[in-house]
């Protein structure tokens, strides 16, 4: 019975997003509402105008069915939607800034991101220690850490996610192969919502990707980009993570290797060069590759395969039970 109300939320999610991104798209031209790709010729691969609007089809596909699909608003609930809103709303601005040519002031981004963790936080989806493998008892971490390392995880995906969207169907891709692995995760260890979660999450990224790959129609923008990575973290927090030993605490990390291992680099690129880890340049791996030979399609493809080599590295760790 729970295996078709999985199949139902990834359904509603996929047709909700999949409805919703074509009118989305015709407002966007109305209001101007578009990715122009004159204004940075060195990242942008697209030569017309794109609509930035698939971040509120995204939203309301994960919204709608996951609040379907818990039936019941819990105080976690709340949060989740809180903090989505938050990263929509500055993302919103953030994307209306770049639509006229200008960029939006790192500061506020980074507040606002913070502020969503810790409204999570707050909530009490945290991470809050490991099972010792040797004793076999939990660890419990104190308390300041755990607000440190719950922070850090959540800002630290979502940014990493919104960094990696840089080329037509990667970002969407990365985010629905670590979507179905933290289902797979979550079913495995028998966490229901949290599998729920990310089965809808897989719903509306597939959904987004018939729209987003090679050549794009639509964009999600910052407001899509680090709403994805925010409810990965989330799902993490709360599936993954939970109750893990020390080894597969590298699970959560695999699954969403990829956008997490290249935007290491490229901080620590960024630092090394003295220049703002926000500063947009085309240092990423999809980039690197272009500069490679490959095509655009080439380097998401290669990069998905990458990531699906790492989820699938993340489910060994998980079967071995290590």
């Known amino acids: 019975m729970m295996i078709i109300s999985y199949a139902i939320a990834f359904i509603v999610s996929f047709l909700?997003?999949?409805?919703?991104?074509?009118?989305?798209?015709?407002l966007a031209f109305r209001l101007d509402f578009v990715d122009k790709p004159q204004q940075d010729v060195e990242r942008k691969i697209h030569?017309?105008?794109?609509?930035?609007?698939?971040?509120?089809?995204?939203f309301a596909g994960f919204i709608v069915t996951y609040?379907?699909?818990?039936?019941?608003f819990t105080l976690q609930t709340g949060a989740i939607i809180l903090g989505s809103l938050l990263l929509l709303a500055i993302g919103t601005?953030?994307?209306?800034?770049?639509?006229?040519?200008?960029?939006?002031?790192?500061?506020?981004k980074f507040l606002v991101q913070i502020s969503a963790a810790v409204v999570v936080y707050a909530a009490g989806i945290t991470f809050s220690g490991f099972y010792n493998p040797i004793s076999g008892?939990?660890?419990?971490?104190?308390?300041?850490?755990?607000?440190?390392?719950?922070?850090?995880?959540?800002?630290?995906?979502?940014?990493?996610?919104?960094?990696?969207?840089?080329?037509?169907?990667?970002?969407?891709?990365l985010s629905a192969i670590s979507a179905v692995t933290l289902f797979v995760v979550a079913l495995?260890?028998?966490?229901?919502?949290?599998?729920?979660?990310?089965?809808?999450?897989?719903?509306?990224?597939?959904?987004?990707?018939?729209?987003n790959k090679p050549p794009a129609?639509?964009?999600?923008?910052?407001?899509?980009?680090?709403?994805?990575?925010?409810?990965?973290?989330?799902?993490?927090?709360?599936?993954?993570?939970?109750?893990a030993t020390v080894l597969s605490l590298f699970i959560p990390i695999l699954a969403l290797g990829v956008p997490?291992?290249?935007?290491?680099?490229?901080?620590?690129?960024?630092?090394?060069?003295?220049?703002?880890?926000?500063?947009a340049d085309a240092s990423q791996a999809h980039y690197r590759l272009l500069r490679a030979g490959l095509s655009p399609k080439q380097a998401v493809a290669f990069l998905c395969l990458i990531s699906g080599c790492l989820s699938l590295s993340s489910i060994i760790l998980l079967l071995l039970q290590v």
Not at 189 to 211: D, H, P, W
Request: aromatic share 14%; glycine share 12%.
């Open 93 to 108: 601005v953030d994307d209306w800034y770049k639509t006229r040519g200008k960029d939006f002031p790192a500061l506020p």
């Open 16 to 26: 909700i997003v999949y409805l919703a991104i074509p009118p989305l798209g015709k």
């Open 217 to 243: 129609q639509v964009f999600m923008g910052d407001a899509g980009a680090t709403f994805l990575g925010f409810i990965l973290a989330v799902i993490a927090l709360d599936g993954a993570f939970k109750q």
């Open 47 to 58: 030569r017309k105008p794109i609509p930035l609007t698939a971040s509120y089809a995204i």
């Open 137 to 173: 008892g939990f660890v419990n971490l104190p308390e300041w850490l755990q607000f440190v390392l719950t922070i850090l995880w959540i800002f630290g995906v979502t940014t990493v996610i919104n960094f990696s969207d840089g080329m037509d169907g990667l970002a969407g891709g």
């Open 260 to 279: 997490i291992f290249d935007n290491l680099f490229v901080v620590a690129k960024r630092l090394r060069g003295g220049k703002p880890i926000y500063q």
């Open 188 to 211: 495995a260890k028998g966490q229901s919502e949290s599998a729920m979660m990310a089965i809808t999450l897989a719903g509306v990224t597939v959904a987004y990707l018939r729209y």
């Open 67 to 72: 609040l379907f699909a818990v039936r019941g």
